[in-house]
């Protein structure tokens, strides 16, 4: 079975555009949440969702928006890029919402910001 | 706010050696789950623990919730070059959605 598909593997941008990030979950499973990892730190929650409803919002500046889709892929977009928005994109899959709230992540989607 | 503290930082072992990490916080979680990444690639999950004073066991790694399911251990025995990497512990707590990251612990295990 695939695990949890994210598209692109690597991206680089410059400061000002805009870019969104691709993310399939593991078949059958409804819930999908994003995640930015600078580098040397732990992930940091940006948004959940589940069966297309957002669930879960992170500390991060409206320039962050993020939908899913009827078949529970999902897309990040971030608008007017910043350097400090340079990381890797996680996205993480899980079937639902109850215990033991297990989830899976994706390879990641590294952004460079220039 | 929700914080994870994860100690040591940093850790440089020799092959075979025993070592144990570990994940603490003022929260209550009603899940930790540790993970292991790799350079470049998404953390790998290695076990949920849901019940205090849980322990479970994965080959060499043991896995401790404490009782009060404010902290968690993580024990290697017999450290092997492929268990090098950033060990990360995440809590979740009931009614929310969201998982608290630790700031992780980087292990590198010397042939």
């Known amino acids: 079975d695939a695990g949890v598909t994210q598209s692109p593997t690597h991206l680089i941008k410059t400061r000002g555009q805009h870019v969104t990030l691709r993310c399939s979950p593991i078949s059958g499973h409804k819930s999908v949440s994003w995640y930015q990892q600078v580098l040397g730190q732990g992930p940091q929650f940006i948004f959940q969702?589940?069966?297309?409803?957002?669930?879960g919002r992170g500390n991060f500046p409206d320039r962050f928006s993020a939908r899913q889709f009827p078949n529970y892929s999902s897309e990040l977009n971030v608008n007017a890029l910043l350097l400090g928005d340079s990381a890797l994109y996680l996205c993480?899959?899980?079937?639902?919402?109850?215990?033991?709230?297990?989830?899976?992540f994706g390879p990641g989607t590294r952004l460079t910001v220039t | 706010t929700q914080l994870l503290e994860q100690s040591p930082q940093f850790l440089s072992i020799q092959e075979g050696e025993n070592l144990t990490v570990y994940c603490n916080s003022s929260s209550v979680f009603s899940s930790l789950q540790w993970y292991r990444q790799e350079p470049g690639e998404g953390p790998v999950l290695l076990v949920t623990v849901v019940t205090g004073g849980e322990v479970k066991k994965l080959k060499r790694l043991t896995f401790q919730f404490g009782d009060a399911r404010k902290d968690s251990s993580l024990h290697i025995t017999a450290a092997q070059p492929g268990d090098t990497g950033l060990y990360l512990c995440?809590?979740?707590?009931?009614?929310?959605?969201?998982?608290?990251f630790g700031t992780g612990t980087r292990l590198k295990v010397l042939a």
């Open positions: 993480a899959s899980r079937s639902g919402l109850a215990l033991p709230y297990e989830q899976y």
């Open positions: 995440a809590g979740s707590s009931s009614g929310t959605y969201k998982y608290i």
């Open positions: 969702y589940y069966e297309k409803e957002e669930r």
